[in-house]
């Protein structure tokens, strides 16, 4: 399996075709290994990982824990509250105690765009982002890939739909980028005040019609409304966006027959997806949770043993 | 500053002058006598003359060899934060001054977002104190439309203006009230005051950090539109129309602003324009690349698109941006090294706007004229600033400069406290290498052409030079 072009993970458009193409691979190798009676193998034995989570999260913190501990890594984990950076050290000032203790890894997940790459740009062990902001969370656009991949083969030509608020959605940002460069149709819907200015020059078209969207799609992906948000300034009401842009089963069934259904979780059940497409036979919300691990491991993997000096930098 | 640098008496031989008052460009030799500009030669005999009368009458004095150097008037600024009272961590008067010398300025004026506020005459007259303790550039304050820079209430501009005051703005600040504006506008035509309008909607540029468009969305940053500044420009324009009073747009950043800013002046309204060095060099897509999410690319108004820069240019080169400001925003490094969205708006400019401008004229934006009209005369009539003008018998206000000087810009040799400078790493062909100004010679390049003797033979300069500056 070549080596990564990349040293760290800041989101997927740095990455090449070929990157996501090893990453996917190494994590189907990495998936057998949580089905074995022993979970673990002594791939990162003696690496120390270190997780920065300063956004609340528990379903990647966990898959990414979960991750390193299946290869033998040590890992600390330090979350928003409860870190001196809730006591007014700033986020240089952490990442360089951090990297005093000398990490192999560091991964973050932080509410400012752009976090992650501040990090790259002063630390020496890999920095993998875990989402930032509204920008990237490439582990997510990943093991999205790799779920349709394992029902559908490859998205070569599939017309992929991305439903909700693209503007401040960071996986929809992430599979922009990896569905474009492995050569699917990505068709971005929701109200005009959800599609960010100038989006077309990433390669997507945009439809405000959820009819338009779903017509002949190959993969629906429904993304998280921020209720914490506040309704008021993107859309006027939860009812109103639910039977505007919610999908259920009578929206499905202009998708292809062999749909697959993706949300990033955790899902608002009735108001983006309705529950029985959730719990459906073309949901595979649970499969895209199992994915995530052996992505992780994969990249951690692949980032900590990446042989030095070789291709471009981050 | 050593007194060797004071009232210098110097013959400036052989440079090419550009003067935008009288609209003479071509070759002169410049006599200053104890820091008065005493004779231009301009014609070949003129300069054999006075180099004759010199050889024979003041063998003390200094001479530059200027062959190929150019002498523009002292440039003035329309637009600098000089952070002191109250934020002396990223500049002070002084440190601001140099930065200007350094820069080839002799006059530059101030905004009023300070702490204290400059809303009153006892703020002005400090800055006026602090600034006459530093020769060599002229500060000349502007004072806050309104007190505290609330938008709530005038400040008492008719004492400022006692103080010292040469405009009013609360910039940084737009002031959201319309009535309020109208009532500024009015008052300070009462006082032949213009009022310098930070021209932006804030409720939608919202949380906005950079220009709205295809980067930001990459980025996943919340955009500005170019709209925010647009609504406030034309509402300004409809309000100076109305009072019939001095409107100066600051930091015009937009396409569409230019548009308007050029059909309020074919009606006739008395409404001027600056524009900043890093909107007229850079654009958003500097954030897009190996830049991304670098906080010294962030400014209010933001980077904009290509057409934005190039809009820009065409005003700026036929009049309807009637001169280039800086928007020199000195913060530290602490305040600057944070998440992008945290990060304070602004950059520093004074020691690089020279050598920005100079580009502008290589790319065939301006002509040299032009750059000296719209970097010294330009902006002095703008605020009715003494300044801009060569003439003889008036104390010496000058840049020299090194048009062929090629300089990698190294933030970490500026004379300003503060860094956070978009052109960093950037070379620039040009820079200024005398500044001369109320009677001394405020700033001398290290890589200068040395002064030497009148007695020695020219081209033969020996290692004397001024020390201290």
Redo the contacts between chains.
């Keep these: 399996m070549p080596a990564l072009s990349q040293r760290h993970l800041l989101g997927i458009?740095p990455l090449l075709p070929g990157d996501i193409r090893t990453i996917v691979e190494t994590a189907k190798s990495m998936k057998s290994i949580s089905k074995r009676a022993i979970k673990k193998v002594p791939a990162l034995r003696g690496k120390t990982i270190v997780n920065l989570f300063l956004e609340p999260s528990t379903r990647t913190r966990s898959s990414f824990e979960i991750a390193a501990k299946r290869l033998s890594a040590d890992t600390l984990t330090l979350s928003g509250t409860g870190t001196s950076l809730s006591k007014g050290e700033?986020?240089?000032d952490t990442a360089r105690n951090l990297e005093a203790m000398a990490p192999d890894a560091i991964v973050i997940r932080?509410s400012?765009?752009?976090?992650p790459?501040?990090l790259a740009r002063i630390l020496e062990p890999p920095v993998i982002n875990a989402g930032?902001?509204?920008?990237?969370h490439p582990t997510q656009a990943l093991l999205d890939l790799m779920t349709v991949e394992e029902r559908k083969g490859p998205v070569k030509g599939f017309k992929v739909a991305i439903v909700g608020d693209i503007?401040h959605s960071?996986v929809a940002?992430s599979n922009i980028f990896t569905l474009t460069k492995m050569g699917a149709l990505v068709w971005l819907c929701g109200p005009a005040t959800m599609i960010?200015?100038?989006?077309e020059?990433?390669g997507a078209r945009v439809t405000n019609s959820m009819d338009e969207a779903l017509e002949g799609a190959d993969v629906v992906m429904m993304l998280r409304i921020q209720l914490e948000r506040g309704s008021g300034s993107l859309f006027p009401s939860v009812p109103e966006y639910a039977a505007t842009y919610g999908l259920n089963r009578a929206r499905l069934k202009r998708a292809k027959r062999d749909v697959v259904v993706l949300h990033p979780g955790p899902i608002n059940r009735g108001i983006e997806i309705a529950s029985d497409v959730a719990d459906g036979e073309f949901s595979v919300i649970l499969d895209q949770v199992e994915n995530g691990v052996a992505v992780r491991m994969a990249l951690l993997y692949l980032l900590i043993t990446r042989p030095e000096g070789r291709g471009g930098t981050a | 500053m050593s007194t060797e640098t004071a009232n210098p008496t110097l013959l400036i031989d052989g440079c090419r002058l550009v003067d935008p008052e009288t609209r003479y460009d071509g070759p002169a030799g410049l006599w200053i006598e104890r820091g008065e500009l005493k004779k231009i030669a301009r014609t070949e005999t003129e300069r054999q003359a006075l180099r004759a009368r010199v050889a024979a009458t003041a063998p003390e004095a200094l001479r530059l060899e200027a062959d190929g150097l150019l002498v523009f008037p002292g440039l003035v600024d329309l637009h600098v934060h000089l952070r002191e009272p109250g934020f002396e961590y990223k500049e002070t008067i002084r440190t601001g001054c140099e930065a200007a010398a350094r820069g080839g300025f002799t006059a530059i004026c101030c905004m009023a977002n300070t702490n204290p506020v400059n809303d009153c005459r006892a703020v002005t007259e400090f800055i006026c104190a602090r600034a006459a303790e530093v020769s060599g550039v002229a500060v000349h304050p502007i004072g806050a439309i309104s007190k505290g820079l609330e938008g709530k209430e005038l400040a008492e501009i008719a004492e400022m203006k006692k103080g010292g005051i040469v405009a009013v703005s609360d910039d940084g600040r737009p002031v959201a009230d319309s009535a309020l504006m109208r009532r500024a506008l009015e008052y300070a035509r009462t006082f032949d005051l213009r009022v310098v309008s930070h021209a932006e909607d804030k409720a939608l540029a919202g949380s906005g950090c950079m220009h709205e468009g295809a980067v930001s969305t990459r980025l996943g940053l919340e955009g500005i539109p170019a709209e925010a500044e647009e609504i406030m420009v034309a509402r300004d324009i409809h309000l100076a129309a109305l009072t019939g009073a001095r409107l100066h747009i600051a930091h015009v950043s937009t396409a569409g602003s230019v548009e308007l800013v050029r059909r309020a002046k074919e009606k006739g309204l008395d409404v001027t324009a600056e524009a900043a060095p890093h909107h007229l060099l850079l654009t958003d897509e500097v954030l897009g690349g190996s830049g991304a999410y670098d906080t010294r690319y962030k400014m209010n108004p933001p980077l904009r698109a290509s057409r934005d820069m190039d809009a820009l240019r065409r005003g700026l080169q036929d009049g309807t941006i009637d001169c280039i400001a800086t928007d020199h925003a000195p913060h530290s490094e602490d305040d600057k090294n944070v998440e992008f969205h945290r990060a304070p708006f602004g950059v520093v400019g004074l020691e690089t706007a020279l050598a920005a401008g100079l580009s502008l004229v290589r790319s065939g934006t301006l002509s040299l004229a032009q750059l000296a009209e719209r970097m010294s005369l330009g902006p002095a009539r703008l605020f009715g600033l003494p300044h801009g003008r060569i003439a003889e018998g008036r104390p010496i206000s000058l840049a020299v400069i090194d048009p062929n000087h090629k300089w990698t810009v190294d933030a970490r040799r500026f004379r300003s406290k503060s860094r956070n400078s978009a052109f960093e790493g950037w070379t620039f062909e040009g820079d200024v290498a005398y500044t001369l100004a109320q009677r001394r010679l405020s700033y001398a390049a290290e890589w200068a052409r040395p002064l030497t003797a009148i007695s020695e033979p020219a081209g033969a300069p020996t290692q004397r030079r001024i020390a201290g500056v």
């Design positions: 458009e700033t986020l240089m932080h400012a765009s752009g976090a790459h501040m930032d902001g509204s920008h990237e503007a960071r940002r960010p200015r100038e989006v020059q990433l």
